[in-house]
């Protein structure tokens, strides 16, 4: 079956400009994950969905990010006014519940010039 | 803060031999502890896990020791072959399951033919 995808690959942007980074969910998993890593780190949590429940967004590190996830599936990361130390690697992961086995998308590579 | 620290940036062991991870941990409330390999340009993959009420978990040529009076865990594979050259990151939840994991900075691992 199908993995975790995500769209695009690769972006570059502009220091100032919004960016919006796509997940698509292994099919039928109710739990959702953004996660960044930066240059030489591990990976860092951001936001978290599971279900129709509100989102935990504690791993947020700025009101510039926000995401959604629309009819429980897609989910958005929107980055807005994006800064050079907002470049990193977005990954999302997807669970069949709530404390199953993470499965993760091969990431966005964002760089921020 | 880091919570959970891969001390070895990269390590190189002989095909067929032991390759043994290492990962230690700060924060007491962490109880579920999960190894996922990673190749480039790839998302992490999910290796094996272990609760904190166990010390060993084994799968296949793989396994993993949590010493909780140290905050310490490792991974042993053994034997060792070249496809398992890639970087392993540790990650550690505190919701008894894998949920807003914690992840340490990675671990190179080579494999010699």
């Known amino acids: 079956g199908a993995g975790v995808s995500q769209s695009p690959s690769n972006k570059v942007t502009e220091k100032g400009k919004d960016v919006e980074l796509r997940c698509d969910p292994i099919s039928g998993h109710t739990a959702l994950y953004w996660y960044r890593q930066s240059l030489g780190q591990g990976l860092e949590f951001l936001i978290y969905?599971?279900?129709?429940?509100?989102?935990?967004k504690s791993g947020l590190p700025s009101d510039r990010f926000s995401a959604e996830r629309t009819g429980g599936s897609v989910s958005t990361l929107t980055i807005q006014r994006t800064q050079q130390e907002d470049s990193a690697v977005y990954l999302c992961?997807?669970?069949?519940?709530?404390?199953?086995?993470?499965?993760f998308g091969p990431g966005t590579r964002l760089l921020v010039l | 803060d880091q919570q959970v620290k891969q001390n070895s940036p990269s390590l190189s062991v002989q095909e067929g031999r032991i390759s043994i991870l290492n990962c230690d941990y700060t924060n007491s409330m962490f109880d579920y502890f999960l190894w996922y390999k990673k190749y480039p340009a790839e998302g992490p993959t999910f290796l094996i896990s272990?609760?904190?009420?166990?010390d060993k978990n084994e799968d296949g040529r793989f396994t993993v020791f949590l010493n909780k009076s140290a905050k310490h865990l490792s991974l042993h594979i053994v034997p060792s072959q070249p496809g398992d050259s890639a970087v392993y990151f540790c990650a550690a939840s505190a919701f008894q399951g894998a949920q807003k994991l914690v992840f340490g900075q990675g671990t190179r691992l080579t494999i010699n033919p």
């Open positions: 272990i609760s904190s009420i166990k």
């Open positions: 992961a997807s669970s069949l519940g709530p404390k199953e086995t993470q499965y």
């Open positions: 969905f599971q279900g129709n429940s509100a989102p935990d």
